[in-house]
């Protein structure tokens, strides 16, 4: 889901970017391919018919470059979950508290709930902050400037906001649901929550 909402937002701003750029056409041989040492003139080699050069929307390289990180950021996101799962089991007390590997790795899920619904307010809120900034142009730089303003934009700072107290709401589940699985001292849960809570904070706002 989380990568389904990055995904839809980074195909949303790639529909913005009209501006085009000319490159080598990746589908034509070198020119030492079709160019040959010129003694045999009665063959093409195949694909040096087509044009050295083809112009391209700055979009549609964006998306191709954008949605091949999907399906890493997919992996990424599950390993995450087990890993600090697997950490915060420990931290807790791991095998010497009540609780199981598999009732903590469920308790971090469903704070990672939380943190679909935070994601999912901050996208819209960015994509509606989206809609002012100007991307049709052919100067990366322009557009590296642009998109990161996103977040310096009233709308982005709201999202950022968002985020931030979605931690917060994230780490009271996570503490709640630990101290509901695990017969360990409540301190020692709200220590760790408090770890997260932070970890979570720092990566919004770097």
């Not at 950021?73 to 697997?86: K, N, P, S, T």
């Not at 589940?173 to 017969?183: E, N, Q, R, S």
């Amino acid at each position: 889901m989380l990568t389904a909402q990055v995904g839809g937002f980074l195909w949303f701003l790639s529909e913005r970017m009209t501006g085009t750029i000319t490159r080598d056409n990746p589908d034509r041989p070198p020119d030492w391919v079709c160019d040959g040492d010129g003694s045999d003139t009665t063959r093409t080699p195949f694909g040096c018919a087509e044009p050295k050069e083809e112009t391209v929307e700055v979009g549609r390289l964006f998306w191709n470059h954008a949605s091949d990180q999907l399906f890493p950021l997919f992996i990424g996101v599950l390993l995450l979950w087990f890993l600090g799962g697997v950490a915060i089991h420990l931290l807790v007390g791991g095998l010497g508290s009540e609780g199981r590997l598999g009732q903590t790795l469920e308790v971090v899920a469903w704070s990672g709930i939380v943190e679909l619904l935070t994601v999912g307010i901050s996208v819209a809120l960015l994509a509606v902050e989206a809609q002012s900034l100007t991307l049709a142009t052919s100067d990366p730089q322009a557009l590296l400037s642009a998109i990161r303003s996103l977040t310096s934009g009233p709308l982005g700072l709201v999202a950022r906001s968002v985020q931030v107290g979605g931690t917060v709401a994230q780490a009271y589940v996570l503490f709640a649901g630990l101290v509901a699985v695990h017969d360990v001292d409540r301190a020692r849960v709200a220590m760790v929550a408090a770890l997260v809570a932070i970890v979570l904070v720092l990566s919004v706002l770097t």
